[in-house]
């Protein structure tokens, strides 16, 4: 098996944990790219997603023994350097078979996918040698729009009836200004996770594109400036994503990246999981906030896995592929449930990247981060002392000479 994220699958994480199965996981936006490239006729591209993980030093488990020790690691990634930055080789998948489900097909096989739904069916629909269509509709020849076909009739073998009805897994409804609270607060006024979201708030800027993660992150734009204006995109195929739907109102077509029913601002628009990482890698994408489990001094950051439980990095590699372009800002509680330090000298934890995370946002300070320097202190929290900081926080840090308060 080859994915990005198992980790809600109880049934197939416990078969790969005690070596039934054997999983390749690969980052989102590469697995969308592995099989763009084996429709286009490239057998292999570099990515700077990966590196500097267990992804490129070949330390990923791909099969584990009965006893819980691994049997089989993955390979070890060639690298190159373009332009002073090093990318990793990754090969394209050229698939027997590929199963798409479309909105609408012919009967000469050109198949259209209607709002989100497009995520991965483009590429692997052109990346297989044998393509089969569940359309919900098929159509006589001429009936879809030349301009609206997604899929090409070419690179598809046939066309079937679908008879299952669509379901949604996940119906999420647009909150009341009590519930967001709720939500934000846990219940209690000026919680930490209140404290994180409002000051998050403060960094969006007016004609941002952002990509936020699960969580606090996702929060973070109800304390958003009215007169802001952010431009929000989701990794499954969504640039302009909307606020919840109202009750009744759900579409399974529109979802988000965790898959949450969504709608669409005006001027949205909707693309394939191909298009939508490639906007995330080259930098289009201004601003991301994620969680950390834990975040170096240098910008390191490891948020997808924990030791016996390795779920799936999804998309959050690609995101933080690009930190030249991409501003990658972390939202975390200052220490974890036991008390221990989440600002580390070193990752223990699996990375998602290294030298990626520019700011960290903590419920007790604000922290700047350089690369080659490390940590400078900005803003701390009221009633915080930076002596206190300094017992919570692992590495050594800086102070600024404007530091402020919140």
């Not at 209607?114 to 297989?128: C, D, H, I, S, W």
Request: include cysteine.
């Amino acid at each position: 098996m080859i994915a990005s994220y198992v980790g809600e699958n109880k049934i197939f994480e416990r078969k790969y944990l005690s070596g039934e199965i054997e999983l390749e996981l690969t980052p989102q936006g590469t697995l969308a790219e592995r099989c763009r490239a084996a429709g286009a006729g490239i057998p292999a591209f570099f990515t700077p997603a990966g590196y500097g993980t267990w992804r490129q030093t070949g330390e990923l488990p791909v099969k584990y023994n009965p006893d819980g020790t691994v049997a089989v690691y993955s390979p070890v990634k060639e690298t190159r350097v373009f332009n002073g930055k090093t990318f990793i080789m990754e090969e394209a998948i050229n698939a027997e078979y590929a199963f798409v489900k479309a909105w609408r097909a012919d009967k000469l096989g050109n198949a259209q996918f209607r709002l989100a739904a497009q995520n991965f069916n483009g590429a692997m629909g052109r990346g297989a040698k044998n393509t089969i269509v569940e359309a919900e509709e098929i159509v006589d020849v001429g009936v879809i729009d030349p301009a609206m076909v997604d899929l090409p009739g070419v690179y598809v073998s046939k066309v079937v009836q679908s008879t299952a009805s669509k379901e949604i897994e996940k119906f999420t409804y647009a909150k009341t200004e009590e519930e967001i609270k709720e939500a934000v607060t846990g219940g209690g006024g000026g919680s930490k996770r209140e404290k994180i979201v409002k000051r998050a708030a403060k960094e969006f800027q007016n004609g941002m594109f952002a990509n936020l993660g699960i969580g606090m992150p996702m929060l973070a734009p109800t304390f958003v400036d009215p007169n802001t204006s952010v431009t929000l995109q989701s990794e499954n195929g969504i640039l302009g994503l909307g606020p919840y739907p109202q009750q009744g109102k759900a579409d399974p077509d529109l979802i988000n990246a965790g898959k949450e029913t969504v709608t669409l601002n005006a001027g949205a628009s909707v693309f394939g999981s191909d298009e939508s990482f490639g906007m995330i890698r080259s930098g289009k994408i201004n601003l991301t906030m994620l969680g950390a489990m834990q975040v170096n001094e240098y910008g390191d950051l490891a948020n997808w896995a924990l030791p016996g439980k390795i779920k799936g990095m999804g998309g959050a590699m690609d995101l933080v592929a690009n930190p030249e372009k991409t501003r990658v800002i972390v939202l975390t509680e200052h220490t974890d449930k036991k008390g221990g330090a989440k600002i580390v000298k070193n990752c223990t934890f699996p990375l998602t990247g290294k030298g990626c995370v520019s700011r960290i946002i903590t419920e007790l300070a604000v922290f700047d981060v350089d690369f080659r320097e490390g940590l400078t202190l900005i803003e701390i929290a009221e009633g915080t002392s930076v002596e206190h900081l300094r017992t919570v926080t692992e590495p050594e840090f800086k102070v600024s000479d404007n530091l402020k308060t919140f």
